[in-house]
């Protein structure tokens, strides 16, 4: 015969013995014993029976022994024994609530770990998902890099291109009012003046697009010698004083005899140039102001200041955008290509200076240019795309 | 009268360096690309070559460079350069021109230029 084995039999009739047990020990220790003995069986009876049952029986081991519990107060009221019982399965209540918790805990602990798990996975596949999203990104980069590339070398060739024919207009034009090829009414010469400026506007829209285009690509090199500031200011103040005194400005000085500097000489000029033609095209009554100092701290400071429209605060951001022209009246009035002042700060920028504006609508601005005196090798070479 | 080799692949330019020329009193040989440059200056050897930097088959710094290079051809050389092009500044003069000119060509300032170089 096979030897008894108590795990052998389901958990659910273990616990039924279980119970059938304690409840016939305690009917019998309520005839045969005295109250403190019954406190003793109690404990022996209940506390170890119950205490495993509720291991066993996780959340329906509340329910049995709150059924327990409330069992045990009945009988204590029925038998008419002293209410201070009472406090004895109330106690082991607790007790085996407090087993449950820890059981529970337990468990909560085991679930928990599993839900780490699970988690792990989860960021594990996370963190593929951004691996792949990042090569996606790279990919794309790649893409726009040469997307952009592709952009600077259409530019700069259309420029070539563009220039080619816009060279025999300007010049042929030149050659019809200079009246070689023959004499011009003033009509013919007055339409052929006209022709003129526009090809040069034309011109000019396409030189700045090319050098755009050209240090986008990052294919612009600051020739570098060293040469005096002043004279240079000088003399781009004086190509523009018949402008100036068409329209009644003055222009007003305010320079020292002599500011030598290491940069690029066209492409300085280039920067003042704009600034003036700037300063000239948008004021209408008072004049220009040019400044022009050395700093202690290595740089050159040069300022151009009218007394033309201004531009408001909210506006000034938009300035140094391309394409951008305030008002959109003004417009019609004042040619400009709208890449003067981006291109301006692009050299600026790649020269490694900064230009600032302070300004007051209907008063009148500031620009002011900070640049190294010396400038260094290496800034030639520096992508300022970035 | 001065002779002046003009070098340029561009119809329309080549006319218009071409009547400025002859309408300020100068005579005109013409060539189409590098090779043809460098074939007329060795035959002719005129008093000014002007040379377009950007030629069809070999460039205009090039074209210099080979003209040097053969020794007896004494003629000025002054290149015609587009704009903005980095560094062309020096690349032609160390090719051997004695200048250059950029372009869009200006009639107003044009001849005043080349008769600097022809003085």
């Known amino acids: 015969m096979a030897s008894f084995n108590i795990f052998d039999i389901k958990r659910e009739y273990r616990l039924v013995i279980l119970f059938i047990l304690i409840f016939f020990c305690s009917i019998l220790s309520f005839y045969s014993y005295s109250v403190e003995e019954i406190k003793a069986l109690y404990v022996t009876f209940f506390f170890i029976p119950v205490a495993l049952a509720s291991v066993w029986w996780g959340y329906k081991g509340i329910i049995f022994s709150i059924i327990l519990g409330l069992y045990m107060v009945l009988i204590n009221i029925f038998m008419g024994l002293d209410y201070s019982l009472v406090l004895i399965p109330i106690r082991l209540f607790v007790f085996v609530l407090l087993t449950l918790l820890v059981s529970n805990a337990t468990e909560i602990l085991r679930k928990s770990e599993s839900n780490l798990i699970k988690t792990n996975v989860n960021l594990k596949g996370e963190s593929d998902r951004i691996k792949l999203r990042i090569s996606e990104i790279e990919n794309e980069n790649i893409r726009l890099e040469e997307a952009d590339r592709v952009k600077s070398i259409f530019l700069s060739s259309m420029s070539h291109e563009l220039r080619t024919p816009l060279n025999s207009i300007i010049g042929f034009t030149g050659i019809l009012l200079q009246g070689l090829a023959g004499e011009l009414n003033d009509e013919q010469k007055k339409q052929l003046t006209m022709v003129k400026k526009s090809s040069q506007h034309l011109l000019s829209l396409i030189n700045d697009l090319l050098d755009i285009s050209k240090i986008e690509a990052g294919k612009v090199e600051l020739n570098l010698e060293e040469f005096d500031l002043i004279a240079s200011i000088e003399e781009i103040l004086d190509s523009f004083s018949e402008i100036a005194k068409e329209k009644e400005l003055y222009i007003k000085k305010d320079l020292p005899t002599k500011i030598m500097i290491y940069n690029d000489n066209r492409r300085v000029k280039q920067i003042i140039i704009n600034l003036v033609s700037n300063a000239i095209k948008y004021t209408d009554r008072g004049g220009i102001n040019i400044s022009a100092k050395l700093l202690d701290n290595g740089t050159t400071e040069f300022s151009v200041s009218d007394t033309g429209i201004g531009i408001k605060e909210e506006n000034a951001f938009r300035l140094f955008e391309p394409f951008q022209q305030i008002d959109p009246n003004l417009t019609k009035k004042i040619e400009g290509s709208g890449l003067g002042l981006y291109l301006t700060k692009k050299l600026i920028l790649l020269m490694g200076g900064d230009i600032i504006l302070n300004s007051t609508f209907g008063k009148g601005s500031v620009f002011t240019v900070v640049l190294p005196t010396k400038i260094r090798e290496v800034q030639n070479e520096k992508n300022i795309n970035s | ?119």
């Open chain 2, 1 to 119: 009268m001065k002779k002046i080799l003009i070098v340029e692949d561009n119809e329309n330019n080549l006319y218009l360096i071409k009547f400025m020329l002859e309408r300020n009193n100068y005579s005109t040989i013409i060539a189409k690309t590098g090779e043809e440059g460098i074939k007329k200056a060795i035959e002719e050897n005129p008093d000014l070559i002007l040379m377009d930097v950007q030629l069809p088959d070999i460039n205009g710094i090039e074209a210099t460079k080979r003209i040097r290079s053969f020794g007896k051809v004494t003629s000025k050389i002054v290149a015609v350069t587009s704009y903005a092009m980095t560094g062309d500044k020096e690349k032609v003069l160390k090719a051997g021109c004695d200048g250059y000119i950029e372009k869009p060509i200006n009639p107003e300032t044009f001849i005043n230029e080349l008769k600097h170089y022809l003085s």
